[in-house]
């Protein structure tokens, strides 16, 4: 199938060509015409779908269609499409494929990504003009409805992007505090790479007789990617990924840790034994954190130890290896994590490291993943560690990774609540430490 049968208009054809789009991905052929017809969207999409044009493309296309009259002197503040997504980090991917795509429209689009983060004073002037489009983190959009920089009151259509993390990140009451300010005649897209009982019961309030596009994980969408699982010492893991980065000449490492203690621990100790190495997380500033990615794409950096959660929305193409120094703690962000690589048809390699106490959590990830992979074990990395049972504290370095599935005690409860909650201000950018990069 080739983009142009799908409906699209030449300014949109001629962006996406300019991004190196030839032909439409299975599920922007399957969802393009649906959103073009003004149906509400329940779509399955795994990272690296390409979900972003899928939707972006036909939405951009109604905008104009819709406010034609609007355009000029007439035009009011909209926004008319509003994007919700989990992260700061997507937001700003998200934007920018907008704005490319939007780049030859006849129309100059007002396109504004907000997120938590940063000073809120900016992002109200920008607003100031009106927006036709904006992408936004659920915690910041309510904050500048509050200040009255935004109202959503013409919003005709909603797209929730990633709408499992949404919910994951506990977002859910402030879903539903902006479903509430939105009008009741509108469009509804929702996207999701998983779909467990909360992300259904969301659908199910949101969407009007919605169209349910599942893209098969045929061989020609499952993304070409290597998986490898190396069974080793706790304390080892650190000289065996310095290990596999020179026995493979690895240019470019994405390393997931549970923590963003471990995240600077494990990069400082890298970077000690002379591999250009640095981390990222959401203790960094918005600006360190643009920094590190764009130095990662310019290969000034070899690798960069990230958390899960600030490295949702990382889509660096041509990146050809991702290794879990700590397993994911939810089964959900194995596939997150290794869909960072092997992205738009390119090959990839994803490493899992195994430890004697997260070795059950392993299984449970295999299992629930269908993968069948055996684990390895490496020459002079034999491991000698006993099977301990796992540490409840989430995310403890040198520990398990953080894994679910051990009763915990009232203490560990307390902890993992502060954990959320730390791990919804990292989300939405709220918790801004000091900036800590390497030049
Ligand atoms: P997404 O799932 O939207 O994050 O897209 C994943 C990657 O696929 C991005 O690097 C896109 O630039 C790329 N991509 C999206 N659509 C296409 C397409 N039709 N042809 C080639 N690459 C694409």
């Not at 899928?54 to 355009?71: C, D, H, K, S, T």
């Not at 469009?187 to 007789?209: I, K």
Request: aromatic fraction near 6%.
């Amino acid at each position: 199938m080739s983009f142009d049968s799908l409906g699209l208009p030449a300014a949109l054809l001629t962006a996406a060509r300019a991004l190196g789009f030839e032909s439409p991905t299975p599920i922007q052929s399957a969802a393009i015409p649906v959103v073009l017809g003004g149906a509400d969207l329940r779509a399955c999409a795994q990272t690296g779908s390409g979900k972003t044009a899928a939707y972006g493309l036909p939405v951009l296309q109604r905008l104009i269609e819709g406010n034609a009259g609007r355009f000029g002197a007439a035009r009011t503040r909209g926004p008319y499409a509003l994007v919700l997504v989990p992260t700061r980090e997507l937001a700003l991917q998200v934007g920018t494929v907008l704005r490319d795509l939007a780049r030859h429209l006849p129309q100059r689009l007002r396109i504004h990504v907000v997120f938590g983060g940063e000073s809120i004073n900016p992002q109200m002037m920008g607003l100031r003009g009106g927006a036709d489009l904006v992408v936004a983190t659920p915690g910041r959009l309510i904050d500048l409805v509050e200040h009255r920089a935004l109202a959503l009151s013409e919003v005709h259509t909603l797209v929730l992007d990633e709408a499992d993390r949404l919910l994951d990140l506990g977002f859910a009451e402030e879903l539903q505090r902006v479903l509430g300010l939105l009008p009741a005649r509108r469009q509804n897209l929702l996207f999701s790479a998983t779909y467990s009982p909360a992300v259904v019961r969301l659908a199910e309030g949101l969407l009007h007789r919605p169209v349910v596009i599942e893209i098969a994980q045929t061989p020609e969408t499952v993304p070409d990617i290597a998986q490898r699982a190396i069974a080793v010492d706790t304390t080892r893991r650190t000289a065996l990924l310095r290990h596999l980065i020179e026995t493979h000449e690895w240019s470019r490492v994405l390393v997931f840790v549970a923590t963003q203690y471990a995240a600077e621990l494990v990069a400082e100790k890298l970077y000690r034994q002379g591999v250009y190495a640095t981390a990222f997380h959401g203790g960094l500033s918005q600006g360190a954190r643009t920094r590190v990615l764009d130095e990662f794409k310019d290969e000034r950096w070899e690798v960069v130890v990230a958390t899960d959660l600030s490295a949702r929305g990382i889509d660096i193409s041509d990146l050809p290896v991702v290794v879990n120094y700590d397993l994911p703690r939810a089964v959900a962000d194995y596939v997150h994590r290794i869909g960072r690589t092997g992205r738009a048809g390119e090959s990839g390699l994803a490493v899992s490291f195994v430890t004697a106490p997260t070795a059950a959590h392993w299984r449970l990830i295999a299992k629930r993943q269908r993968l069948d992979i055996p684990l390895e074990t490496l020459e002079g990395f034999e491991p000698t560690e006993e099977a301990v049972p796992a540490s409840p504290v989430p995310g403890a370095e040198d520990g398990n990774g953080g894994i679910k599935g051990k009763r915990p005690s009232k203490k560990d409860r307390l902890r993992a609540a502060a954990a959320e909650d730390a791990k919804r201000r990292e989300a939405d950018g709220s918790a801004v430490p000091d900036l800590r990069t390497r030049s």
